[in-house]
């Protein structure tokens, strides 16, 4: 298996990924429902990888991630609908997914600036006050429909495009880690004030980080509309960070592998779950304490899959 | 000659707390100054205010510019490099990546592995645990991982904080040596320490403080035979 990975390039990989993903959209190779299923892992993988830069890679804590993702999710709507439906062309979907990812990107620029003026854990205070906020907000908004939602997308959201975008996320939140200002983001992790004395210039790493971060929960929230058709400010309320936060810590802190886990399993056994209709809610906490007491850092925590790192750091470049 | 460093009535105040009253001193190119003090003197925070982490009263001027509102981190960039009290490695990273994090301010590639093999070619031992988290290796070697951090950012003066804190004599007596050898080939070291003896013997010159003030300075072989120093510090 090893050999496999190691002389099956990941760009390969990807590329058969996707290749795959377009026949089973085409050619209806799957059923309408797993393809939904596979869909639902590829946003929320896209979710949990880019919470996982901030609270694994970088320590900090968000638990306002919904918020990113309804500004995503809301911009990259009103785009399809009210701007771009008369013309679109097959390029305008990723566009307009694209557009959120900057909308949200932008919003967490905002939201970094104050965040990390100073040092500490005022993040998930800021966080979890800024995605309150946003509730309030589009609930306030008739133009979008107000607390009774916002439709109209057309189902645009195909297991290609998904895996497109999962592909690009898993692409470039990898780059990063392993980049120069990756490193940087570890060395706040791990001391602030020694990253400070060696140089990094913490505030600018970590607001870069913050804006990576929430352009890809703005992308997932575009995918996210557009597969639902319908959006509510309801949808992105605290219950939503906080599967992002099942989702990262039950994959493991500080791993791509293990978002990939965590996502995958968290979306399989929701589903798996449904028989035991609300109590599945109940199921879902239950296995992060549980998680917390027997693996607190995950399965895969600050373990990354060897085929996933770039080979340049392959020796000398254990724990991320 | 302007020297290097050049610190001028420095203060820092810790709330109504005066930790450094109006503390002066320089470090020429090539020197290596030590400033030595019991606990509570207020070494460590001349460091801190030194590095930018806290902030302090007095003018400071380095390389011929001026210090004052220039965070920590682009002073690592203007050529002040410091091995922190208590190293500080980074513990879950390894030990390639401390270095590589050392010589953060160095952006282009090539330079970033010629400092790289400059540094372990100074420290072999380092290169033998290159792939190893930071906080397994042993005191000794995190010292020498530390040092060897800052050396990544082609530091025009290394600032020491207590490097011999911690470790064995043997290991003190290693380390030192090191330092020695730097200050032979040209190296600007500021080193703050309470093992007097050794430092006193390897510095230029030397600056006693007590109770955030200078009370006595001069060249290092001087101060090694003045009475109150031999009383307070060598237990002579």
Not at chain 1, 210 to 224: D, P, T
Not at chain 1, 308 to 314: A, F, N, Y
Not at chain 2, 81 to 95: C, T
Request: glycine share 12%.
């Amino acid at each position: 298996m090893s050999t496999l990975r190691k002389y099956l390039p990941l760009k390969g990989a990807a590329a058969a990924v996707f290749i795959l993903a377009l026949a089973v959209s085409r050619y209806g190779l799957l059923d309408n429902y797993i393809q939904l299923i596979l869909m639902l892992i590829g946003i929320n993988l896209i979710l949990t990888l880019s919470l996982n830069l901030i609270n694994g890679y970088m320590g900090e804590f968000s638990v306002g991630h919904a918020g990113f993702m309804a500004a995503g999710a809301y911009v990259s709507s009103i785009l399809s609908v009210k701007v771009l439906a008369a013309c679109a062309p097959f390029w305008a979907f990723p566009c307009a997914v694209l557009a959120g990812g900057a909308a949200a990107g932008a919003v967490g620029l905002v939201v970094a600036v104050p965040s990390f003026k100073t040092r500490g854990d005022y993040l998930a205070i800021v966080t979890l006050a800024f995605s309150m906020i946003v509730k309030s907000v589009i609930e306030n908004i008739d133009a979008v429909g107000g607390p009774r939602g916002f439709l109209g997308m057309e189902k645009l959201t195909t297991l290609p495009w998904v895996c497109f975008w999962v592909i690009v996320t898993v692409w470039i939140i990898r780059n990063f880690i392993y980049s120069r200002f990756g490193r940087g983001i570890l060395a706040v992790r791990e001391d602030e004030i020694a990253a400070e004395l060696t140089g990094v210039n913490t505030r600018n790493v970590k607001m870069l980080a913050f804006v990576v971060s929430s352009f890809f929960a703005g992308v997932a929230g575009g995918l996210y509309a557009h597969l639902l058709q319908y959006i509510s400010p309801g949808t992105f309320d605290i219950i939503k960070s906080t599967e992002m936060l099942v989702m990262v810590y039950l994959g493991g802190v500080g791993s791509i592998a293990g978002s990939i886990m965590g996502a995958t399993a968290y979306t399989v056994l929701l589903e798996a779950l449904r028989p035991l209709g609300v109590w599945r809610m109940a199921v879902m906490p239950l296995l992060l304490i549980l998680l917390m007491i027997f693996r607190p850092r995950g399965i895969m925590g600050f373990r990354e899959a060897r085929w996933l790192v770039p080979g340049s750091e392959r020796d000398g470049g254990v724990k991320r | 000659m302007t020297p290097l460093l050049e610190v001028g009535a420095m203060t820092v105040n810790y709330g109504a707390i005066a930790a450094v009253r109006s503390v002066s001193f320089e470090v020429h190119s090539g020197e290596m100054v030590v400033l030595l003090g019991a606990n509570g003197a207020g070494k460590t925070s001349i460091l801190k205010a030194l590095s930018g982490l806290i902030p302090s009263g007095g003018t400071a001027r380095f390389d011929g510019a001026g210090l004052a509102g220039v965070p920590a981190h682009e002073r690592v960039a203007r050529g002040i490099a410091q091995v922190p009290e208590g190293r500080r490695i980074f513990y879950n990273l390894s030990v390639k990546e401390n270095l590589l994090l050392g010589g953060w301010v160095q952006t282009s590639k090539a330079a970033l592995k010629q400092d790289l093999a400059r540094v372990l070619a100074l420290f072999p031992r380092l290169e033998e645990r290159l792939g190893q988290a930071g906080g397994t290796l042993s005191g000794g070697e995190q010292q020498m991982l530390a040092v060897g951090r800052a050396l990544m950012s082609r530091p025009k003066l290394v600032v020491l904080d207590e490097p011999s804190m911690g470790l064995s004599p043997k290991l003190v007596d290693a380390i030192f040596a090191m330092l020695a050898e730097f200050h032979k080939e040209g190296m600007t070291l500021l080193v703050v320490e309470q093992n007097a003896a050794m430092a006193q013997t390897l510095a230029t010159r030397a600056y006693v403080l007590e109770a955030g003030a200078i009370a006595l300075s001069g060249p290092a072989a001087e101060l090694r035979d003045n009475p109150l120093v031999r009383r307070a510090y060598l237990g002579a």
